[in-house]
């Protein structure tokens, strides 16, 4: 079984930063992609950020230029520096890893983390 356990979320003024981290812990031989979610009360979850094993990137156009996604392959973290933050950006924000349980498994499975609330005040 893996787990992914999300923490840094919390109140922050608006132009403030704040930094996510999601470690992954249990059965991993290795993990794909990597990546945040969002969703705000009453909206549908929405991605955030990508990244693959290799390292490239991807942002949703709300975050881009503000938000920087990282991993640390060594310790099956990644990461989320969000700056100069926003009233909406203000959501529970959720962890995703693509994971290879087993060398023995070809197959990955997808795995979600708690969320974690980041709340920004205007």
């Known amino acids: 079984q893996v787990q992914l356990v999300e923490s840094g979320g919390g109140l922050v003024q608006a132009g403030g930063s704040l930094r996510l981290s999601c470690a992954a812990s249990?059965?991993?031989?290795?993990?794909?992609?990597m990546a945040w979610y969002r969703q705000a009360p009453g909206d549908q979850r929405e991605s955030v950020a990508t990244?693959?094993?290799?390292?490239?990137?991807s942002y949703s156009s709300s975050v881009k230029g503000r938000f920087t996604i990282s991993r640390d392959n060594a310790k099956n973290t990644v990461y989320l520096q969000m700056n100069s933050l926003k009233p909406e950006d203000t959501a529970v924000y959720y962890c995703?890893?693509?994971?290879?349980?087993?060398?023995?498994?070809?197959?990955?499975?997808?795995?979600w983390g708690q969320g974690t609330l980041v709340t920004v005040s205007s």
């Open positions: 249990g059965s991993i031989f290795s993990i794909n992609t």
């Open positions: 995703y890893a693509d994971v290879r349980r087993a060398i023995t498994e070809i197959w990955s499975v997808e795995v």
């Open positions: 990244i693959s094993r290799g390292g490239g990137t």
